[in-house]
């Protein structure tokens, strides 16, 4: 099926789902990340089964996946309760409160280096589900710019905070790429994230996937970070 065809058929769905009061927002959300990941695939010439499996975990009882990010109303209302969130102390360690109109802009612009782009995305986004419910996002970028390590950026959602969900889409974005490089579609060596000196909670969580921390109160256009590192091993499979 064609790109434009799934996209023209999210859109129907999405619009349907969104503006009925009795479907529950796992149906929502489950749709996105059925076609969200037939997109993605096409776009990494994989199957569309394979990525699937890369994006999605269990642990115990409760169920980890990630959601390609995509041109969708509940997903744009979805990056405004992250980046506009009304509790001001929200996002002490993240960034500045946005507006709605600021969390729209970048909620846009994260889509237009998902997809509008020939071959490989150079930055990729996604929604991090908790037993299928929207918890938070993931992303990375750049991939395709030569010896520059591409960087880690994640948040969840308050109601989510200790639930796993940082460490699970951590976990599953560091398997996804290791995949990626295996296959050729990416010359990544290593991966880098930062994170606020006082956020002990989100350094211990770096530090269980695999990163260690190499430069301290490293400034980047956040303020004041932690430098983190982790070399990538490739993973060779078959597709």
């Given at each position: 099926m064609s790109r434009k065809l799934l996209i023209f058929l999210l859109l129907i769905i999405g619009d349907f789902l969104s503006t009925n009061d009795f479907v529950d927002e796992r149906l929502i959300f489950?749709?996105?990340?059925?076609?969200?990941?037939?997109m993605l695939a096409e776009k990494l010439s994989m199957h569309p089964t394979a990525l699937s499996c890369l994006l999605f975990t269990f642990r115990g009882s409760n169920?980890?996946?990630?959601?390609?990010?995509?041109?969708?109303?509940?997903?744009?209302?979805?990056?405004?309760?992250?980046?506009?969130a009304a509790n001001p102390a929200y996002m002490t360690f993240y960034v500045r409160r946005n507006t709605i109109k600021e969390a729209d802009a970048d909620f846009k612009k994260r889509v237009f280096h998902m997809w509008n782009t020939k071959g490989c995305s150079d930055s990729m986004t996604f929604i991090s589900l908790y037993n299928g419910l929207p918890s938070g996002e993931i992303s990375i970028g750049p991939l395709r710019m030569y010896e520059k390590y591409p960087e880690i950026g994640y948040i969840t959602l308050e109601t989510f905070a200790h639930k796993g969900v940082a460490s699970a889409s951590l976990k599953l974005m560091i398997n996804l790429i290791k995949t990626l490089v295996g296959k050729g579609a990416y010359a990544i060596t290593r991966l880098s994230a930062t994170c606020h000196p006082q956020n002990t909670a989100s350094s211990r969580v770096l530090e269980k996937v695999g990163f260690r921390r190499v430069r301290s109160y490293a400034m980047t256009s956040y303020g004041i970070r932690d430098l983190y590192e982790m070399p990538i091993i490739p993973v060779t499979r078959e597709f």
């Open positions: 489950q749709q996105m990340r059925l076609i969200g990941t037939c169920e980890y996946a990630l959601v390609p990010i995509m041109e969708t109303e509940i997903g744009r209302k979805f990056w405004r309760t992250i980046f506009a």
